[in-house]
């Protein structure tokens, strides 16, 4: 088993054991021309989630921010995180900084860990 799969497996477990729903919000304005402000469509999607407070990327845990939310997402097909998105928890909104694909494997669902900061 490759570290991917492994991380996507474990993020897999920890879903089923401690995660619970939130709300990905995507914003996205599209505009004809500089001088058009465009239209705005929100897009808000279910996903599960599960806090882990770590990150396998971060070297030194010194650089954690309070208020930063760490840890795994579900997503459903078609969707795909990105560090522009917002992810509700439990009522709170965080800003997405940093996402990482788990797991390679196009007939599952995606997983994906998540960097947010309040």
């Known amino acids: 088993m490759t570290l991917n799969a492994s991380a996507r497996a474990t993020a897999d477990r920890l879903i089923a054991a401690h995660g619970g729903p ?3 919000t995507h ?8 001088y058009d ?3 705005t469509t929100i897009t808000n999607t279910q996903v599960q ?6 990150n396998a ?6 650089l954690l921010q309070g208020g930063e939310w760490i840890g795994v997402m579900q997503v459903a097909e078609g969707v795909v995180p990105l560090p522009v998105d917002d992810l509700t928890v439990g ?5 997405i900084t ?3 694909r788990l797991g390679a494997d196009p007939d599952q669902v995606a997983a ?3 960097v947010a900061v309040a």
């Not at 914003?27 to 500089?34: F, G, H, I, L, Y």
């Open 22 to 24: 939130a709300t990905l």
């Open 27 to 34: 914003s996205e304005t599209t505009a004809s021309s500089p």
């Open 37 to 39: 402000p465009g239209t």
């Open 49 to 54: 989630v599960a806090r882990t407070g770590f």
């Open 57 to 62: 990327n971060l070297t030194n845990p010194l």
């Open 91 to 95: 009522g709170k909104t965080y800003s």
């Open 98 to 100: 940093d996402v990482k």
């Open 112 to 114: 994906y860990e998540i």
